[in-house]
């Protein structure tokens, strides 16, 4: 017989995964179809599209600390949140108000500083609860990837029926809606001291976190990058703006069985051989994409993202974790996602750009390809310390 505190813990676990599913929809609402617009009805170059994109990573790097500290300071976390949701859907709509270059990129950086809170504040909510509740993190972040491969589809069809402008006013309607809901979650916080210069000092001495952070670097920065350029190498390819949701689909839908079944695939292979693998597999879709198959074959590849991103991410994570000093363990983590998420994704991001309006959009995938493959002898190279260390 369920007390009636367990009845809340399982409705507040029901809101966070309401919510994480609304906030990664809105994301995929967006974002996969954002360098079609600033290309195809902004009239930007390859280059401008480039910078524009990449300014995003770069002021969450920097931005991010700045929200934990409001958040802290105030003890007031869920307002934050319910605020920067609404923000950056409003902030997002005045991209369909300006004309020029400079215009774009001040509503890109203005839309940058608000959304760089939204993930980390509703993570600091979620972990909360997860320590309270006894429940598995992963199994509510999860439905953020099923949000996101949802939206994708949707998105493509309403954008082919009423014009690719939809995608903002879509953005924009359903983060303010899961601001309402996230105003209801509760008003807790988890704090974690982190003194990034000491841990920073202690981390890099040691050479298998040097390594993995470079193996991110190479090999999750060109995965982010194609969330963002994907669209226009299928539009090249043949595919409608439906299609392209659909590829999405693939891609993003296929990430959450694998994120649900990697914890067997470590058990059973090891982390390292795990990371090896899923890093092989993105290496072969970037090489595929090079020689520019038909869709078909476009579309078929896409669920390769499932290896390499549902793998990739818990095994390389929970490496950083036991890798690190359990004192330093959250500067490891901090590292770790600003070399993937953060560096790794503008660098891409940005020379993607450069590359598109100079020699072409399939010509990307020989960087994402090399940088791969770049990234797959770093951790080779784990796998030869690792053997060094056990022995």
Not at 52 to 79: C, E, H, K, N
Not at 278 to 293: L, N
Not at 343 to 366: H, K, M, P, Q, R
Request: glycine share 8%; charged share 10%; net charge positive.
């Amino acid at each position: 017989m369920y007390s009636l505190s367990m009845m809340k813990l399982e409705r507040t676990g029901l809101q966070f995964r309401l919510v994480y599913f609304f906030i990664f929809f809105s994301f995929g609402s967006l974002f996969p179809l954002l360098s079609v617009f600033l290309r195809n009805d902004a009239g930007l170059s390859g280059t401008q599209i480039g910078t524009i994109i990449s300014l995003s990573p770069v002021v969450m790097i920097f931005i991010q600390p700045f929200w934990g500290i409001v958040s802290d300071a105030t003890q007031r976390p869920r307002f934050v949140l319910t605020l920067t949701l609404c923000l950056t859907g409003l902030t997002a709509l005045l991209y369909l108000l300006v004309d020029t270059y400079f215009l774009f990129i001040i509503v890109a950086l203005l839309s940058a500083f608000f959304q760089s809170a939204i993930v980390p504040v509703s993570d600091s909510l979620s972990l909360s609860y997860v320590q309270r509740s006894g429940e598995n993190y992963g199994s509510i972040r999860l439905y953020g990837a099923l949000g996101f491969s949802a939206a994708v589809l949707v998105a493509g069809w309403f954008a082919d029926q009423f014009g690719i402008h939809v995608i903002f006013y879509l953005f924009a309607f359903i983060l303010i809606f899961v601001s309402l809901l996230s105003f209801r979650l509760p008003e807790e916080s988890q704090q974690m001291k982190i003194n990034m210069r000491e841990g920073s000092r202690t981390l890099l001495k040691m050479p298998r976190f040097i390594l993995i952070i470079a193996a991110t670097f190479c090999v999750f920065g060109p995965v982010l990058a194609n969330n963002f350029y994907f669209g226009i190498y299928l539009e090249e390819t043949g595919a409608t703006l439906t299609g392209i949701g659909v590829a999405f689909l693939l891609a993003a839908g296929s990430e959450a069985p694998f994120m649900k079944v990697a914890h067997n695939f470590i058990g059973r292979l090891g982390l390292v051989n795990v990371l090896l693998f899923a890093s092989i597999v993105s290496a072969f879709r970037w090489g595929i994409y090079i020689f520019e198959p038909p869709l078909f074959i476009v579309y078929v590849t896409t669920i390769m993202q499932g290896i390499s991103v549902g793998l990739y991410v818990p095994a390389a994570l929970q490496y950083v974790r036991e890798l690190a000093p359990q004192e330093v363990r959250s500067t490891a983590v901090s590292l770790y996602s600003a070399a993937g998420n953060g560096f790794g994704n503008w660098f891409c991001a940005f020379s993607a750009g450069f590359i598109i309006e100079f020699l072409g959009v399939s010509s990307l995938y020989i960087l994402f390809a090399f940088l791969t493959v770049l990234g797959t002898c770093f951790i080779i190279m784990i796998y030869r310390l690792d053997k060094v260390v056990i022995k």
